[in-house]
RNA sequence: GCCGAAGUGGCGGAAUUGGCAGACGCGCCGGACUCAAAAUCCGGUUCCCUUCGGGGAGUGUGGGUUCAAGUCCCACCUUCGGCACCA
């Protein structure tokens, strides 16, 4: 037999499978019967502002792993693939190389393409989509329609993050300790009117839900944490001299005696009103401009607290006192209701500001955990108390149980070129008027400059701006904010299922069936961002009567990142070896098995060449060995039960439950690896053929090429297409074991014996090994532990 | 500080329900083939002691439960990830 040769193989397949049309899944007719069984199985579409990396290998060739164990188990398999080419990178990229950013991703995407091709991914090609074609995003400003009519989306005036230097907003989520997560430079607060999303309306459903998702439990405890769910209660403190009462949020009504100042944050809007009637009048409003100009990043360090007093007091409800009104930045407009009553003795943050400002501290809870000084309410434990302060709050008037949250509405404004337009049209008579459907899409116009310049590019378009208002008719100007790209990839699961409609995002019927999206998997990086929002858009398009699912994604595979020479590959570090150079130096069989094989593919993973090396190794040795079988006419006899045929039912036993059960993906190449050691060392084996076959057919999923070469030599055809291998229960069974005998619990003998030997016989056995006796000493046999078909341990005294 | 994950040979890791620790691979050592090398094949490889029969220790640390613990319980250490002036 000639040598393994991964090239010829790889291409010969390539090409059969792309003339097949293999892993297309066409659509049913609507009312025909379908395979009752389905499996989406997805993941995180790639960016195209660069190549692949070795990381999207990993993600890719996971999906692809799953996506043949669930077509040959017997799911129709949706796997379907795309581009999230709207974005930053791309027009960044753009800008550095004086290009269009639509040439710069369109010719990634080529690549990308042909990069995939050459892995040998199992992708229904006829699927694919880019989130940047009119064809795509027409239906993204079309959903944006519906979220508008609905109310699911607003513009406010708020304060954003503003990247100087990429000049635009960022969302919450894309600023990591001050600074812009993309390009690094420190992050300002700036005042802006934006769009956003109402997510927070969906705050107890994002958290509710959770409990019908298979996730992992970090990915879940991490959307906990972000959304921040905080049980308490608002209070009522009365400013006689205004006559108004201002609300404030506290997890710690128990505290409330303890109030000994009271604080509003800056952006307050009471702060201006009390400016005005305050003999400090002015040192507060410079205080109030100052805190504002500080950068995000000092104030939330934490560092040195800074505030300005008022010249007001407010009155706790509980006990009457009047306590004095500060102004501090260690407050923040945006959570709770942007102003606090401040317990210096039970509080880390109101005690440093209460010794830095020389404030009255008062204890108000015991050692012991309950009340002290806190009248009719002293000696109840604080827990109990602080439910007997609520209700007592609330029997007067003066507060309510209430519940906050850390999660903001996501602002999606965006002010650059390379992003989906919204389909907006504001008319100084009518207001914010959304574009009719029939006009969409709104085309994103070429702009003479795109480079940022602190107003979008889009308002450069004069001839585009202007339009007639749908309303009135009279001009109005179009909205030259474009969409943040995490808005393009909450919905493109849908659009997979009917890609091609023309008169709809997807036909809803078609969507329901394929969806939810059963294995899922992309970085853990997305755990809190894409996978909040996309889980948002989901429980909107259910409610909107769009869609019958309210999750997107049944389980998800939180895959681990891929590290190269200690640097963690991303499109920002170079050097790193390329998907398209392993697959020219091993072949894309060793590159996908070698990525898969480093070790748990939910964790990070160093990857280094020698493990590519091994499994060329372990390609020329299997490819050696069937060929051999395939041309030994002796060795096709039927399987009998003998040793290699039970090490092949052994190892399809395993196989098939570390890919369908336990999501494990490294040990099935061992075990694979276990058998064709096995059937090196009896290449004579009645089983043989059946080993060689079994081989081949289990290492499919994740070499398909060589896997199907030496089907062929076996005998058959169209391996991707067969039914997965069936365990033999009758054949796990053993019918000798190795019996272990242990003295007081260590280890003395084993041998091997007949498997329905009785306990008693076991144990005689047990007793009469020579090497037994020599530990038992003669000693008197106090207990003995046997454990069927493992072990005997005899206790002496 | 709060939440989560993880600590096993020289290295990546396996051990699924408490029952033989170290599967599989990498690396290394030895051997075969070769004029030689590469490739390939065969054997060995946790550590310490050994009279070569074997003996002892061992899964981050210290305790505990159990006939039996990598696995369960308690306390701690370290690393990684997330959140954090969030009231």
Not at 316 to 332: E, G, Q, T
Not at 750 to 765: I, K, M, S, T
Not at 766 to 772: F, G, I, L, R, T
Request: hydrophobic share 40%; charged share 30%; proline share 7%.
């Amino acid at each position: 037999m000639d040598r393994y040769d991964a090239h010829t193989v790889e291409t010969k397949w390539q090409r059969i499978w792309d003339e097949s049309r293999a892993f297309e899944v066409p659509n049913p007719e609507p009312g025909a019967p379908r395979n009752e069984r389905k499996s989406y199985v997805l993941e995180m579409l790639p960016y195209p502002s660069g190549t692949l990396h070795i990381g999207h290998v990993l993600v890719y060739t996971l999906g692809d792993v799953l996506a043949h164990f669930y077509r040959r188990t017997g799911s129709d398999v949706l796997r379907p693939m795309g581009y999230d080419s709207f974005g930053l990178p791309a027009e960044n990229a753009a800008l550095k190389e004086g290009e269009h950013p639509r040439d710069i991703v369109e010719r990634n995407i080529v690549s990308i393409r042909r990069t995939m091709k050459r892995l040998g991914w199992a992708i229904d090609w006829s699927r694919e989509l880019s989130t940047h074609d009119p064809e795509y995003y027409r239906w993204t400003q079309w959903l944006f329609l519906k979220f508008f009519e609905a109310g699911h989306t607003y513009r406010k005036a708020a304060l954003v993050n503003w990247c100087p230097n990429d000049q635009t907003v960022l969302a919450n989520e894309q600023v990591r300790d001050g600074h812009c997560e993309r390009c690094g430079a420190e992050v300002e607060a700036r005042k802006l009117e934006q769009w956003f999303f109402r997510i927070t309306a969906y705050a107890d459903s994002l958290l509710d839900e959770m409990k019908d998702l298979d996730w992992p439990e970090r990915v879940l405890a991490m959307q906990r944490n972000w959304i921040g769910r905080s049980e308490g209660a608002e209070v009522l403190f009365r400013v006689d001299e205004l006559d108004i009462d201002i609300p404030v949020f506290t997890t710690r009504p128990d505290t409330l005696f303890g109030a000994t100042f009271f604080v509003l944050a800056p952006e307050h809007p009471l702060v201006d009103r009390l400016a005005e009637q305050s003999p400090n009048a002015d040192e507060i409003r410079t205080y109030v401009r100052k805190a504002g100009a500080r950068p995000v990043e000092e104030r939330a360090a934490g560092t040195d607290k800074t505030g300005v007093f008022t010249g007001f007091f407010a009155t706790n409800p509980v006990n009457d006192a009047r306590i004095p009104i500060w102004v501090a930045d260690y407050v923040l407009m945006d959570y709770g209701t942007g102003a606090i009553m401040a317990v210096p003795a039970h509080d880390e943050r109101d005690g440093e500001f209460a010794e830095r400002f020389d404030l009255p501290v008062k204890v108000v809870i015991d050692d012991d955990g309950k009340l002290v000084d806190s009248a009719q309410f002293a000696g109840l434990p604080h827990d109990e108390a602080a439910k007997a302060i609520v209700e007592w709050l609330g029997s007067h008037g003066r507060g309510r149980p209430a519940v906050s949250y850390r999660l903001r509405d996501w602002g999606y404004s965006r002010q650059r070129y390379w992003g989906c337009p919204i389909p907006i049209v504001y008319c100084d008579d009518c207001g914010i008027v959304p574009v009719p459907e029939e006009e969409l899409p709104v085309i994103l116009p070429e702009v003479e400059d795109y480079k940022p310049k602190g107003i979008p590019p889009l308002a450069q378009a004069e001839d585009w701006v202007r339009v007639p208002c749908p309303q009135c008719g009279k001009e109005g100007r179009r909205e030259v904010e474009t969409m943040d790209t995490f808005v393009d990839s909450s919905w493109y699961f849908l659009r997979y299922c009917d890609p091609k409609n023309e008169d709809a995002p997807y036909d809803r019927e078609l969507a329901d069936s394929w969806m939810p999206v059963d294995h899922y998997t992309g970085g853990l990086d997305h755990s809190t961002v894409h996978l909040i929002y996309a889980r948002y858009f989901q429980k909107v398009l259910n409610e909107l009567g769009l869609s019958s699912h309210r999750e997107p994604f049944k389980r998800f595979f939180g895959n681990g990142f891929v590290t190269q020479g200690g640097a963690k590959i991303s499109k920002r570090v170079g050097g790193a070896a390329t998907p398209d150079e392993l697959v020219e130096s091993y072949g894309a069989d060793a590159t996908r098995l070698s990525i898969l094989f480093i070790g748990p593919a939910d964790q990070d993973m160093e990857w280094t060449p020698s493990g590519v090396e091994g499994m060329q190794r372990f390609l020329r040795r299997l490819w050696r060995l069937v060929g051999e079988v395939a041309d030994n006419s002796s060795a096709g006899g039927a399987p009998d039960d003998g040793a290699l045929a039970r090490r092949a039912h052994r190892t399809i036993a395993r196989a098939t439950d570390d890919l369908g059960r336990r999501q494990q993906f490294h040990t099935p190449i061992a075990a694979v690896m276990e058998l064709v050691n096995d059937l090196s060392k009896a290449p004579d084996d009645p089983a043989a053929r059946f080993a060689a076959e079994t081989t081949v057919s289990l290492i499919q999923p994740y070499a398909p090429h060589v896997a199907e070469e030496l089907w062929e030599r076996l005998g058959h055809e169209r391996l991707w297409e067969q039914p997965w291998p069936q365990a033999d229960p009758a054949f796990l069974e053993e019918d000798t074991f190795e019996l272990v005998v242990q003295v007081n619990g260590k280890v003395r003998d084993r041998f091997r014996v007949p498997a329905d030997l009785p306990e008693d016989e076991l144990v005689a056995r047990a007793k009469e090994s020579p090497k037994v006796q020599a530990h038992l000493n003669g000693g008197e046999i106090r207990q003995t532990i046997v454990v069927p078909r493992k072990l005997v341990n005899l206790v002496v005294g």
